[in-house]
């Protein structure tokens, strides 16, 4: 469930409120009592870093030893980018 903060425009009180999505948004300010108590646009608690994910993060057991098993190769392909070959034909003699 997630947690919104609110706020009452009347008397700048302010609280956060665990609710469910289907749970309708809060009025009635708990300090005041006056129909000014609005939801707040607040950051999101987590932030993603890195450069993501990959099969070989988490292969559990000691470095090198793992890294030997008969799967190594597609993990290691799969975690770095291909290089397309290189080009066979030749480059324009265009004199302009």
Same mark, same amino acid.
């Given at each position: 469930? =997630?947690? %919104?903060? %609110? @706020?009452?425009?009347?008397?700048?009180?302010? $609280? /956060?409120?665990?609710? $469910?999505?289907? /749970?309708?948004?809060?009025? *009635?300010? =708990?300090?005041? #009592?006056?129909?000014?108590?609005? $939801? *707040?646009?607040? +950051?999101? #608690?987590?932030?993603? $870093?890195?450069? #993501?994910? %990959?099969? !070989?993060?988490? @292969?559990? #057991?000691?470095?090198?030893?793992?890294?030997?098993?008969? !799967? &190594?190769?597609? &993990?290691?392909?799969?975690? !770095?980018? &291909?290089?397309?070959?290189?080009?066979? !034909?030749?480059?324009?003699? /265009? +004199?302009?």
């Amino acid at each position: 469930m =997630p947690i %919104y903060a %609110y @706020r009452c425009e009347a008397c700048s009180f302010e $609280k /956060d409120v665990l609710q $469910k999505l289907s /749970d309708a948004p809060l009025t *009635q300010c =708990p300090s005041c #009592g006056q129909s000014s108590f609005a $939801k *707040q646009v607040t +950051a999101a #608690g987590f932030q993603l $870093k890195g450069s #993501g994910w %990959y099969v !070989t993060d988490f @292969r559990g #057991g000691s470095g090198a030893s793992s890294a030997a098993g008969p !799967t &190594s190769g597609a &993990s290691a392909a799969a975690a !770095t980018p &291909s290089t397309s070959p290189p080009s066979t !034909t030749a480059p324009s003699t /265009d +004199a302009s």
